[in-house]
């Protein structure tokens, strides 16, 4: 009895799934052909530009000749992800890109947070609109720029902080030769640069938050801290995920132009401040090695695919809103 | 009670001012540090690296780059185009794009966003869109290289579909269908209207990112009088360092330009225009707020 | 939290960024790419020949030059265009024609970024006629890689005067794996480093002429007394390690512009027994020595990073000599741009300290044609007017006379008015490759630069050793490895920023060894001997 109504169920359950299926992709195309004609543009862009070069993927696999052209190139299997590992600090600078990029995102987020809050509470339309600009500037500071601009703030010899260590009678620091700084350089002129930017986003948001939501709480009593304390950090979620699920996609992509332009040549800053892509560049700098290249890039995919992942799987438990699949 | 929210209120103020008072000066000092260099005199910046003010003032950066204006307004006119063009279009697709995707009766919005979310975790590298844009597309030497590639961005997308779903209740669009709008309609009516700051803030990003686009050029851009006018910028910023390791493959080039001076005044006329714009942008996150307090 | 930037996804992120950044300073690194040859072709001919020749085959008309059909050549130069490239291409095509029935468009890839878009062109497989060649822009290696076509069948049908007009020592000096890939310049200049530095103040202080490295550090040393504000030395990053070629025992080094391979010391005279200079005694006394210049503050503390430092420095009165990248032509340049600050300046070459010296290989600056070429038979007639029609040659080179330059009684040339503001200044193509000896016209700081080359033609000796195309695939993983721990313990040591130089030097090697020194050392030495066996020496 229980058997036959449990398999009456189990029959009742798979003809809801065949018939939902039967509504499948192609009754959709027709229920919302407005929609599907509207985002059509968008796929067609993607599968165009985004998808059709990951052929392209083939070639981390093969060994680029210009005689035989990109297809004809002999397939050469795992050769040219052994000669990444071959080169012996793959560990290390892995692990110096996720550490620097979870430093860049948790402070990143926490400044620009911060700001885009605190902006909000400024009354003086004039000051806000001055700072915000001002806060924005060194998005557009080219990195090259910053890196000699750097070299005139640090360096032993005539740097300003040195100038300014001598005027209260300390020490002069060889900050270009002592690695133990780099990590908070690095991190502080990433957060300057990016400051602006990601508040504009964050700012975006308090501005919209319902003003009734406050009014409601100040009827209860609530103090201003509480008021950003429980209304306007919650409200922020949302966006905070996205920007983190997308950092997260570009860890492995680390921030080639930051780290190369403040640390340059100098090899004795490497072991703190050496991520794949500047490790990568300057080993293709002496190999030119198309497939090399390619077999760099595919590993920072993979391991940056398999990161999103997670955190996606970690989001979607907590609460499925916001997972961004 | 009504005094320690007041006082609360205050202190939150103070912190604003002060905390917004010192990242703006932050951020403004190594900035003022270029505008001096652009307006010192090149061996002055050589051999006692940059300050706060010119110790000797010139304006021989501004006068080598101006000594060929065709060039810097041409590259104006490019990056001008490219950039309203590139933003407009954008904001078009993006938006329509993020509207259907928080479409709740939408039913592959998850599958679409996937789709295009999976394009920022995996490429294809750069050679072959290389090929495909150049060999396939036949775009080198056209505008539409400089517009096309930057136009859609997954994050901007998502960006907007969680904006609009934030901030535009169900029951709106749900009663406009009920009115009999169609799909298009109710975004193009309804939603845009509402998400207006969302769309300043993609209209900000879209334009900032062509206007500081210098790449597109390098690769695609063969023909001078096409250049972006970042990439001018970059070249004149690279192109001195670029010579100078050249020398040590023995090749030998003129190059008797006041380099750092030219870089630092480069960089301020690539940014001049961009400031300017940016407070008038600023006036819509403003006027998107007065409107979503009105609704309510 | 920047908006992703590269919307294309990661691919190749690493090599393009690098790519772009890089400028040139593959000079450093590239010196190593030794050259065509033997053991070398080993591979190379197993796999660029049997399509290169295919290629040829097709290539290779009937008859002599078709120009039935009319035809637009592509032509690639690394560098910036001139401002006034238009008005010299459309009186380029006029003539070529009729000449010939084919327009060219000139493309130039700007400085900051040709590195990268040179690959890219290459590779990508479109459609180019012309492409400019040297050993900076590793031609041996796009050569054994398949990327040009063979010109040896080519060129006696499509540019007979051509053939003819380049010596045949310097066709069999191009070769790569036994076949001609380039059309090489036929001007001769030297290259050759040497120490450019303050004659007036060596004069006011007494000091001794920087000709060796006793003599230099006097100079340095005077230098830092009596002017005390100075950091005597102007050179960046590193580069005054050329000051290597100064010890008594590296003197013999058969130095390559750029650096020696792989620590390598390969002697001039007797080029099969090579020693490593790398942890030997006159490396240690190399490194003690830039210790002390960097101690005593000939050289800045944080030169790695220095951005600022180099000729400029030097031009501007801060500093005293400039010790690498100074070959006769630049020096020159230097004489003409400080003419006017009252400074007076000297130049010591570094090949008279080492006893001879050797005039620039030709495959320093050439042509090739890509395999992609549509029309590689008119592409080479077209690069045959360019060297020997001298209309052509004379407006690719110099520009329209009376616009851009006029020809002074005496010969010289002359800009015409502000050179710096001139749409189209001398060379303003980087026509190095497409000189013509007899044609060149040269302005008079060119004199002092002449009798430096008359100096060193007395004591020239041939280069034989960039001819080798070193194939470093068998060791690529190692060579790689290798430059890491070079940049990573080897930078620093040279800098003078390691306190304690011996254990410096120490872990150095240990490093490298562990990187795979010895097999990539020894994979170079094999293509070495074989190469040195195959040209007789």
Not at chain 1, 111 to 121: C, G, H, K, Q, Y
Not at chain 3, 155 to 168: I, Y
Not at chain 3, 276 to 304: C, E, V
């Amino acid at each position: 009895m229980e058997t036959i109504s449990a398999g009456a169920a189990g029959t009742q359950t798979k003809e809801i799934r065949t018939r939902h299926r039967r509504k499948g992709l192609l009754y959709d195309l027709r229920k919302n052909r407005i929609m599907w004609l509207m985002v059509f543009p968008v796929l067609v862009y993607f599968l165009i530009n985004s998808y059709l070069p990951m052929v392209g993927v083939y070639f981390a696999f093969t060994k680029f000749d210009f005689n035989s052209g990109l297809f004809g190139s002999p397939f050469v299997g795992f050769e040219n992800f052994r000669m990444l590992i071959k080169l012996g600090a793959l560990e290390k600078i892995t692990i110096n890109t996720v550490a620097y990029n979870l430093v860049f995102i948790g402070l990143g987020n926490a400044f620009a947070v911060t700001a885009a809050i605190l902006l909000n509470e400024i009354a003086g339309k004039f000051f806000k609109r001055i700072t915000q600009t001002v806060m924005f500037l060194p998005y557009f500071v080219s990195f090259v720029l910053l890196g000699s601009m750097a070299y005139s703030f640090f360096n032993y010899d005539s740097g300003f902080v040195n100038t300014v260590l001598q005027w209260f009678g300390m020490e002069r620091q060889d900050i270009y030769n002592t690695p133990a700084y780099w990590p908070f350089i690095i991190t502080f002129f990433y957060i300057w640069k990016n400051l602006g930017y990601s508040t504009i986003i964050y700012l975006a948001t308090v501005v919209n938050i319902n003003q009734d939501y406050y009014e409601a709480a100040e009827l209860d009593g609530a103090s201003a801290w509480q008021k950003i304390w429980s209304i306007t950090l919650p409200l922020l979620k949302p966006t905070f995920i996205i920007l983190l699920l997308f950092a997260v996609g570009h860890i492995m992509k680390g921030q080639f132009d930051l780290f190369y332009q403040l640390v340059g040549a100098n090899g004795m800053l490497f072991n703190a401040t050496d991520i794949i892509d500047t490790y990568v560049y300057r080993s293709l700098k002496v190999t030119f090695d198309m497939g090399l290249a390619n077999a760099a890039g595919l590993y920072q995919s993979f391991f940056g695919f398999v990161l999103i992942m997670i955190v996606n799987f970690i989001i979607k438990k907590i609460n499925r809103d916001y997972a961004l699949f | 009670m009504g005094s320690s929210a007041l006082s609360a209120r205050s202190s939150i103020k103070w912190t604003a001012y002060i905390f917004i008072t010192v990242a703006s000066i932050l951020c403004l000092v190594p900035f003022l540090l270029v505008l001096s260099g652009s307006l010192t005199a090149n061996d002055s910046i050589v051999s006692e690296g940059y300050n706060l003010l010119p110790g000797d003032w010139s304006l021989e950066g501004y006068r080598t780059i101006f000594h060929n204006p065709d060039k810097v307004l041409r590259a104006y006119g490019v990056t001008g185009l490219t950039t309203l063009t590139g933003t407009l279009l954008g904001m078009f697709m993006i938006t329509m794009t993020g509207y259907v995707l928080q479409r709740k009766d939408f039913k592959y919005r998850n599958a679409v966003s996937f789709f295009i979310y999976f394009t920022t975790l995996f490429g294809g590298g750069l050679v072959p869109w290389y090929i495909l844009v150049t060999k396939y597309l036949r775009l080198t030497d056209s505008l539409w290289a400089l517009i096309l590639p930057g136009l859609l961005s997954p994050f901007l997308i998502i960006l907007m579909r969680s904006f609009m779903s934030s901030m535009i209740p169900d029951e709106v669009i749900e009663s406009a269908k009920i009115d009999g709008a169609g799909d298009f309609l109710i975004y193009w009516r309804i939603t845009l209207p509402i998400s207006l700051p969302g769309l300043a803030t993609i209209g900000l990003f879209l334009t900032l990112h062509y206007w500081n686009d210098w790449y597109l050029s390098s690769l695609f851009i063969n023909n001078p009088d096409k250049y972006q006018l970042q990439y001018y910028l970059y070249n004149v910023i690279n192109n001195a360092k670029a010579i100078q390791d050249l020398a040590i493959s023995g090749v030998t080039l003129n190059a008797n330009l006041p380099m750092e001076t030219t870089k630092m005044a480069m960089s301020i006329i690539a940014v001049g225009p961009i400031l300017f714009l940016y407070p008038f942008v600023q006036r819509y996150f403003v006027k998107g707020l007065t409107i979503g307090a009105v609704k309510g | 939290m920047a908006v992703p930037k590269k919307w294309w996804g990661l691919g190749l992120s690493a090599s393009l960024l690098a790519a772009i950044l890089s400028g040139c300073s593959s000079g450093s690194n590239n010196g190593n790419n030794g050259d065509a040859q033997a053991t070398a072709s080993a591979s190379s001919t197993e796999s660029a020949s049997p399509s290169a020749s295919g290629a040829a085959a097709t290539a290779s008309p009937a008859s002599a030059l078709d120009t039935s059909k009319k035809v637009e050549l592509q032509f690639y130069m690394v560098g910036d265009a001139p401002a006034d490239l238009k008005e010299i291409e459309s009186k380029i095509n006029e003539m070529a024609l009729q000449d010939l029935n084919a327009t060219v468009k000139f493309n130039f890839t700007t400085w900051s970024d040709w590195s990268q878009k040179y690959k890219l062109l290459l590779a990508s497989g479109q459609p180019i006629d012309l492409i400019f060649t040297a050993d900076w822009t590793q031609y041996q290696t796009y050569a054994n890689k398949g990327a040009f076509l063979p010109l040896d069948d080519l060129l006696p049908k499509s540019a007979p005067e051509l053939h003819g007009f380049v010596p045949k020592e310097m066709w069999d000096a191009v070769k790569v794996g036994g076949k001609i890939y380039t059309v090489p310049s036929t001007y001769e200049e030297y290259v050759t480093d040497g120490i450019v530095y303050r004659e007036d103040l060596r004069k006011k202080y007494n000091l001794p002429v920087p000709d060796s490295l006793e003599h230099l550090e006097n100079y340095l040393d005077g230098i830092k007394k009596n002017e005390p504000g100075m950091t005597p030395i102007a050179d960046k990053g590193n580069l005054h390690v050329e000051a290597y070629q100064l010890h008594p025992d590296l003197k013999n080094m058969a130095y390559k512009v750029g650096s020696t391979p792989y620590g390598l010391n390969i002697p001039y005279d007797d080029p099969h027994n090579v020693t490593s200079y790398w942890g030997s005694q006159a490396h240690l006394d190399m490194l003690k020595i830039f210790k002390g210049w960097t101690d005593k503050g000939y050289l800045p503390r944080n030169q790695l990073n220095d951005a600022t430092r180099g000729p400029d420095l030097f031009a501007s009165g801060k500093a005293a000599v400039v010790l690498s990248a100074q070959n006769p032509t630049a020096y020159g340049q230097l004489l003409s741009k400080m003419a006017g600050t009252g400074m007076e300046i000297a130049y010591f070459p570094y090949p008279m300290y080492k006893g001879y010296s050797t005039p620039v290989h030709p495959i320093h600056n050439g042509f090739a044609i890509p395999t992609s070429s549509a029309n590689p038979e008119r592409a080479l007639a077209f690069y045959e007017k360019l060297v020997l029609d001298k209309r052509y040659n004379l407006l690719t080179e110099y520009g329209v006379e009376g616009k851009h330059y006029e020809v002074s009684a005496d010969g010289h040339y002359q800009a015409v008015g502000d050179a710096g503001a001139s749409g189209f200044p001398r060379e303003g193509m980087n026509g190095w490759a497409w000189r013509n000896p007899e044609y060149m016209l040269f302005d008079t700081s060119y004199d002092v630069v002449g009798g430096i080359f008359k100096q060193l033609e007395t004591i020239s000796k041939p280069d034989f050793l960039t001819g080798l195309a070193e194939d470093y695939t068998p060791y690529q993983a190692e060579r790689a490895a290798l430059e890491q721990v070079q940049q990573e313990y080897l930078a620093p040591l040279e800098a003078g920023v390691v306190k304690d130089v011996e254990a410096g030097l120490k872990t150095f090697m240990e490093k490298a060894k562990a990187a795979g020194l010895d097999k990539v050392q020894d994979g170079y030495k094999q293509q070495l001997d074989s190469y040195l066996t195959e040209i007789g020496r």
